[in-house]
C-alpha cells in the first residue's frame, strides 16, 4: 500500500506570493490533518479534515485554508506569504479522526513539503 | 504554548547504551504517542500508550505514563546509529481532540 504523498516538495516563493500544497492520503484512509514544523515553533497544529469536512483548527491566521476533496485528497493554501511561513508542512492521513476515541487511530505522516519564502 | 515538552532537547549516547527521554503536559489528555523524525522527514509513529495504562512496550521500546505527575517517558534499549533521530511526544487532549505536539528531543548515538 503506497504511503501519504506529498507534492511538492520543496518550494520557493517571494513575500506577498501565495502557494498550494498537496497530499493524498492512503488509501482508505478519510482523515487528513495538516501540521507546520519550524526550528523555533516545532510542530503546529494547522487543520484536521475528516469526509471533506474541516474538524478542528490551529491558531493560524486565515491566510491559512485548506480543503478536502471526495477522494480524501487535501489541499492547503497560504495567501500572502510572509518570511515567516518559510517550513517543513507535513501531512498525516488515518482512517478516522485521530483524536477521537482517544486517538487510538495511528497517524501516517507524509515527507511534507519544505516551504522557504524569500 | 506547547502542551507537551520534551526533555532533554538533546542527548548524544554510545551505541548499545539505553536513552531515556521525557514528556511533561499540562492539561488532561485521552493517550500520549511518541513518534520518531528521521532528519527532515516525516513522522513515524513507535507506541501509543492510554491515559489508563501505566507502561507499555514495543520491541527495545518502552514507554511509561505517570498522569498524575502529567509526564511520560521513553526509554530506548541497547541504542543503535539508525535510532539517530528526533522524538517527539504527542497529547491527544480530551476537551477538543486536538493533537498537540511536543519540541522533540534530538537523539545522536555515537559509534
Known amino acids: 500500500k503506497a504511503g501519504v504523498t506529498q507534492t511538492p516538495r520543496y518550494l520557493i516563493k517571494t513575500r506577498g506570493q501565495q502557494v498550494t500544497l498537496s497530499c493524498s492520503p492512503i488509501s482508505g484512509h478519510r482523515s487528513v490533518s495538516w501540521y507546520q514544523q519550524t526550528p523555533g515553533q516545532g510542530l503546529q497544529f494547522l487543520f484536521e479534515?475528516?469526509?471533506?469536512?474541516?474538524?478542528n483548527k490551529g491558531n493560524f491566521p486565515g491566510r491559512f485554508s485548506g480543503r478536502q476533496f471526495s477522494n480524501s485528497r487535501s489541499e492547503m493554501n497560504v495567501s500572502t506569504l510572509e518570511l515567516g511561513d518559510s517550513a517543513l508542512y507535513l501531512c498525516?492521513?488515518?482512517?478516522?479522526?485521530?483524536?477521537?476515541?482517544?486517538?487510538?487511530?495511528?497517524?501516517?505522516f507524509g515527507p511534507g513539503t519544505r516551504l522557504t519564502v524569500l | 504554548s506547547q502542551q507537551g515538552e520534551e526533555d532533554p532537547q538533546a542527548l548524544s549516547i554510545q551505541e548499545g547504551e539505553n536513552a531515556t527521554m521525557n514528556c511533561s503536559y499540562k492539561t488532561s489528555i485521552n493517550n500520549l504517542q511518541w513518534y520518531r523524525q528521521n532528519s527532515g522527514r516525516g513522522l513515524v509513529h513507535l507506541i501509543l500508550i492510554r491515559s489508563n495504562e501505566r507502561e507499555k512496550h514495543s520491541g527495545r521500546l518502552r514507554v511509561t505514563l505517570d498522569t498524575s505527575k502529567k509526564s511520560s517517558s521513553l526509554l530506548i534499549t541497547a541504542s543503535r546509529a539508525a535510532d539517530t533521530a528526533s522524538y517527539f511526544c504527542a497529547t491527544v487532549l480530551n476537551r477538543d481532540d486536538k493533537i498537540i505536539f511536543g519540541k522533540g528531543t534530538r537523539l545522536h548515538i555515537l559509534p
Open positions: 498525516a492521513s488515518s482512517l478516522e479522526l485521530p483524536g477521537l476515541a482517544g486517538g487510538t487511530d495511528t497517524q501516517y
Open positions: 479534515y475528516f469526509s471533506e469536512t474541516q474538524r
